[in-house]
């Protein structure tokens, strides 16, 4: 199992871009969900989904668009970036939304 | 709003030495608590955890209590490697079991 996997690695954008950041698990997990994490600040969830087809909001949603077409993957969308989600992003997943999460291997956004 | 405060780091400590990280926490109702790691470059992987008052997590040598008097899961080791070297997230989930809450994180750096 490749577990959990997150495209692109880095990612530089200029502000006012869009882009769509990759999470996709071959565990046949249900739960589903993006965190940023800020330093000194921890992660915090932006979205999350319990299934395909359902998603919800965390704690942070502003900016972000999400969608579940799949069980498999569980993309987050940037439509206009600002310098204020440059972070490093965390995809994760569970078998059950009390399960253990399994974390990606993170994607580190700059925008400029 | 649920909370995880943990103390700051970097802790620095030579090797064999013993380990205390600080974690309290604010939650309604009986949250479940959990240890993260986080190694460089890595996403988060879940330590150990506890589900309810009094009950003890342990993992290679790591344990924590779930204290609800004094709403604490501090992190102790009795003996730390250089490879124990990373940072450590304590967290919560809530009641609902759909968020789980970081605190923001504490460097250790082991040192020969």
């Known amino acids: 199992n490749a577990g959990v996997t997150q495209t692109p690695k880095f990612q530089v954008l200029k502000t006012g871009q869009s882009m769509t950041l990759q999470c996709a698990q071959d565990?046949?997990?249900?739960?589903m969900s993006w965190y940023r994490q800020d330093p000194g600040m921890g992660l915090r969830l932006i979205h999350y989904?319990?299934?395909?087809?359902?998603?919800d909001q965390g704690e942070v949603p502003n900016g972000y668009n999400v969608s579940r077409s799949t069980t498999e993957d569980f993309p987050l969308r940037l439509l206009s970036a600002a310098p204020s989600q440059t972070s490093v992003y965390f995809c994760a997943s569970s078998y059950s939304e009390r399960g253990e999460q399994f974390f990606g291997p993170g994607t580190r956004l700059t925008v400029l | 709003g649920d909370s995880v405060t943990q103390m700051e780091g970097p802790v620095t400590l030579s090797e064999e030495a013993f380990l205390t990280i600080n974690c309290t926490y604010t939650a309604t109702g009986y949250p479940s608590l959990f240890w993260y790691v986080q190694y460089p470059g890595e996403g988060l992987q879940l330590l150990l955890k506890a589900t309810k008052a009094d009950d003890k997590g342990s993992n290679k040598g790591f344990e924590a209590t779930y204290r609800k008097e004094t709403t604490s899961f501090h992190l102790e080791k009795g003996s730390v490697q250089v490879s124990d070297s990373a940072v450590y997230f304590c967290?919560?989930?809530?009641?609902?079991?759909?968020?789980?809450?970081f605190g923001g994180g504490t460097r250790l750096m082991v040192k020969p």
């Open positions: 989904s319990v299934g395909a087809g359902i998603t």
């Open positions: 565990m046949n997990h249900e739960y």
């Open positions: 967290a919560l989930l809530n009641n609902a079991g759909n968020m789980l809450t």
